[in-house]
Structure formats: C-alpha cells, structure tokens
C-alpha cells in the first residue's frame, strides 16, 4: 500500500502548526480568567479547528487510500449539507442516488491518476447521466432549477474539493522540500489563515464595506488585511515546504487571498438567498462543512493548476 512521505520540513511545519493552536487556545483561557470576558466563542472555535487538523493528519498518516476515503467522505457530507439546504422533487430521488455514487467514481479516478477523465467527469459526463436520468423521470415540472441544483452541488463539493486529491498525487520529485503533502498543508493553512486573517483585519480596522447585501461583515480593510498577511505567511511557509521562488510565492498568496474571499462570498450570497445562516451544525463553533470549506471550492483548483502550468505536469492518460 503506498504511503505519503512526510519529508523533515513537513514534519516541522506541523509541529509549529500545532504549537500555536495550542498557544493560541492556553491564551484564550488565561484571557477569560484574567478579564472574565465570554471567549467561548473563540475558544469552541479553536477547538474545531484543532480537531479538523488532528482528523487531517491522521487520514494522511497511513496510506493513500485512507487519505482519499477521508477525502470522499469529506465530499459526502458536503454534498448531503448542499442538498439538505436546497428542495429538491421527490421524482429525482434515483437522481441524487447517482450524485452521490459519482463520489468514489471520482476518488477512484484520481487515485488510479486517471487526471485526464477527472477533468471531464464531472463537468461533462455527470452532467450528461443526470440530464438523461431526469428526463427518463418524465416529470418537467422544475426541471432546470433541479438539474442546476444538482449540477451545481456536483461542482462545489465533489469537483471543486476533488482538486485537494489532485494535489495529494503531484509527483514527488516536482517538491522535494515537502511532496504532495507539502503543498497540501500549504493551500490548506493558507486558505484559513486567509479567512483569519481577513476577519482579524476587518474587526480591527474595517470601516469600508464591499458587499454588504451579501456579507455584511466584509470590509475593504479587511480584504486588504487578509491580502497583505495571506502574502508573507505564503513568502515564509512556501519557501521551506513549496518549490516555488519568493516572486511565485508572492502572486499565489496574493491570488489564493483574493479567490479565497470570493469562494467565501460565493457560498454566503447561496446561504443568504436561501435564508440560512450555516450549511449544517456538524461543527461547534464553526457550522458545517461547507462552512469551513467555502474558500477552497475556489482555492484549491486554482493553486493545483497555478502549480501544474509552472512545472508542466504531465497528464498520465
């Protein structure tokens, strides 16, 4: 069974990483001692973060094929939040059956580096099978808004988050600093310190809002904040765990931190037109899933491609 390889500086990475979520929650609680303020919001928050961190580490821990269930299973409970917020007709029951078996279908094809099929699966086969499945149903009563709804949930949460499998398969010799699972931690830490980072600017300094009807809380100075701070952070994490040069560094972080934000807004402006606050309750502090993940639906097929154009990855068949 192939094994991930967890090169020196991927190891170093996360021992920082955990180091300062653990700094972080010791000071969350000497806080609320001290000044007696509610930080259980940070607090609950800190916590789930860790945990996803620990069920991170651990599904890339033992093998690959731990490491794509993990994945898939991280698709399923998407999907099941995307289309638990949407309606959808009682006729298309045998749909979603066959939304939700394109999940393995789609592990599998990234697992056994079939890249060329991945690209089209989704996009253009699934698409194709539930258009037929949906007409066979022979009800035409909302048949378009079911099929975009489908379609749309097939896109974010198994097509969209597939690109996290995408990376975990880049060839180690395009990273010897850190392989795949370097450039896995890096889009993965980057992403949410992006969001971090743009809501820690945002409380400070946010004055100037940017889309209001959509995500009142997002401010210019936010964004500019989240820009600024996803940028360095990219510089020094990237240098010891990526293959990039400081220049290359510096356009991802300043590209991941713009589509990071509007993967965000993206997924606010679905939640707002459906009138919900969260996707799901899955996780304390934070929501669902797709709460969590919103920003790499964005990120996380950017940065594989970014990294495929650079070093001309080869598409196996």
């Known amino acids: 069974m192939e094994h991930f390889v967890f090169t020196h500086n991927v190891k170093v990475a996360l021992v920082i ?15 609320q001692i001290i000044t007696s303020k509610d930080l259980d919001n940070i607090w609950i928050r800190l916590k789930s973060f860790l945990a996803i961190v620990i069920f991170f580490t651990l599904a890339f821990c033992f093998n690959k094929l731990c490491a794509f269930l993990f994945l898939a299973l991280i698709s399923y409970l998407s999907l099941k939040e995307f289309l638990s917020l ?18 393995p279908a789609t592990y599998y094809i990234i697992y056994i580096n079939w890249v060329t099929l991945f690209y089209l699966f989704i996009p253009l086969y699934m698409f194709i099978l539930i258009s037929v499945r949906m007409v066979l149903s022979g009800n035409t009563q909302g ?25 975990a398969i880049i060839p180690m010799e395009i990273n010897p600093k850190g392989g795949a ?23 400070l300094f946010g004055k100037h809002k940017i889309i209001p009807n959509v995500s009142p809380n997002k401010t210019w100075e936010g964004f500019i904040g989240g820009i600024i701070g996803t940028t360095i952070l990219s510089v020094i994490m990237g240098y010891f765990i990526t293959p990039f040069t400081i220049g290359q560094l510096i356009f991802a972080g300043i590209v991941l931190a713009i589509f990071g934000f509007f993967g965000d807004v993206t997924m606010s402006a679905i939640k707002r037109d459906l009138g919900v606050k969260d996707t799901s309750t899955l996780i304390p502090g934070h929501g669902g899933i797709l709460d ?10 950017l940065f594989y491609h970014y990294t495929a154009y650079i070093y001309h990855i080869v598409i196996p068949r």
Request: net charge positive.
């Open 181 to 203: 699972l370097g450039l896995l931690f890096y889009i993965l830490v980057l992403t949410v310190a992006n969001d971090f980072m743009q809501m820690f600017s945002g409380k």
């Open 143 to 167: 048949f378009l808004k079911n099929l975009a709804v489908i379609q749309c949930g097939l896109m974010t949460t198994i097509y969209a988050l597939g690109y996290l499998g995408m990376i």
């Open 17 to 31: 990483l955990y180091a300062v979520i653990f700094l972080l929650l010791s000071t969350v609680k000497i806080a």
């Open 292 to 301: 969590r993940l919103d920003s790499l639906l964005f990120t996380a097929p």
């Open 86 to 103: 949407i309606p959808t007709r009682k006729t298309d029951r045998n749909v979603l059956l066959w939304a939700y078996c394109s999940i």
